[in-house]
């Protein structure tokens, strides 16, 4: 079975930045999205950023967009969530998932108000990021 494990989580700055890994070895990025998701306490998980598997086409949630950024290293397996200009809303526990959806479902990954988890069968355990001066 396919594991996915987070890391880079830790106290940040606002206004600073973080870098989240997800290894994903055991996942052909021709057949599998990868997206990073968050959920802080008391409020639903929500999709923040994928990438789509074959062309690798990124999409973000309105409130990432212009500050994370998703990468995808097939040399390495990795898929890197570049975190800058945080705000204290960004800290939650952030998992990677993979998952075979249809290209058309791609994007629904980070549609506000859509329970987008469901689309994606492998999960991460999660790292933590805190926001706070």
């Known amino acids: 079975e396919g594991q996915l494990v987070e890391s880079g989580g830790g106290l940040g700055q606002p206004g600073g930045s973080l870098r989240l890994s997800c290894a994903t070895p055991?996942?052909?990025?021709?057949?599998?999205?990868i997206a990073w998701f968050r959920q802080a306490p008391g409020k639903e998980r929500e999709g923040i950023s994928c990438i789509g598997y074959g062309d690798g086409s990124t999409f973000y949630a309105d409130s990432v967009k212009g500050r994370f950024t998703i990468f995808r290293d097939s040399a390495t397996s990795t898929v890197d969530l570049q975190m800058n200009k945080l705000k204290p809303e960004d800290t939650a526990i952030y998992y990677c998932a993979a998952g075979r959806l249809p290209r058309a479902l791609v994007p629904r990954t980070v549609e506000n108000g859509i329970n987008s988890g469901g689309l994606y069968d492998y999960w991460g355990q999660g790292t933590q990021v805190t926001v706070s001066s």
């Open positions: 055991d996942f052909d990025y021709d057949a599998y999205t």
